[in-house]
């Protein structure tokens, strides 16, 4: 890759850059309709909002929400990793996984324990992500048999897998069924 890549933690006015690489990312408004809820939904906090640059177009942005062990009386620090959008002319040059990587070192420092993200199982496992539900981690909505390893976890903190399960509550504004369809 012969870009040079500027990631740095997304600001009130990147927004309008942002929604634009979503939008482009996934040909819909739906995942641009999400971050925009996902931004105000105070359920969600606290959060890691991400923007890759390259020059000064923006290129790609990933959000970390807030989420919990719902079967825990203290549930370990959580996050959701949704979306992750590159721009349709970055994709195949790293974009993606600098962006995962900066987020995860990020909260890692922050004290968070786990990651989820239901995702596609061939691109979050060299980032680290494991099937969540063999794990003990149920999503906060049943995912269908032949879509469950898309359901995955991060460990940041050593040890903690095989220590913990339980069902994962996530903020209000991704909690809606339709999400939670691969």
Not at 40 to 59: N, Q
Not at 73 to 92: E, I, K, R
Not at 116 to 139: K, N, S, T
Request: include cysteine; hydrophobic fraction near 45%.
């Amino acid at each position: 890759m012969d870009r040079q890549i500027e990631i740095r933690e997304a600001l009130d006015p990147d927004e309008t850059a942002i929604l634009r690489v979503i939008k482009a990312a996934f040909s819909t408004d739906e995942e641009a309709e999400l971050v925009t809820a996902l931004l105000k939904d105070v359920s969600a906090e606290p959060r890691l909002s991400l923007v890759a640059f390259h020059g000064d177009e923006a290129i790609g942005h990933i959000l970390f929400t807030a989420a919990r062990l719902e079967t825990m009386a203290a549930s370990p620090n959580c996050a959701l990793l949704a979306p992750l959008s590159v721009a349709p002319d970055a994709q195949g040059q790293g974009v993606g996984g600098q962006l995962i990587e900066a987020g995860l070192q990020s909260l890692s420092r922050a004290g968070t324990d786990l990651v989820f993200v239901l995702g596609h199982p061939g691109y979050y496992p060299r980032h680290g992500f494991a099937p969540a539900l063999r794990l003990g981690f149920d999503a906060p909505h049943a995912i269908p048999a032949e879509h469950a390893d898309a359901w995955m976890v991060c460990a940041l903190r050593p040890d903690i897998i095989g220590t913990l399960r339980g069902k994962v509550a996530c903020a209000d504004a991704i909690s809606d069924v339709k999400y939670w369809r691969e």
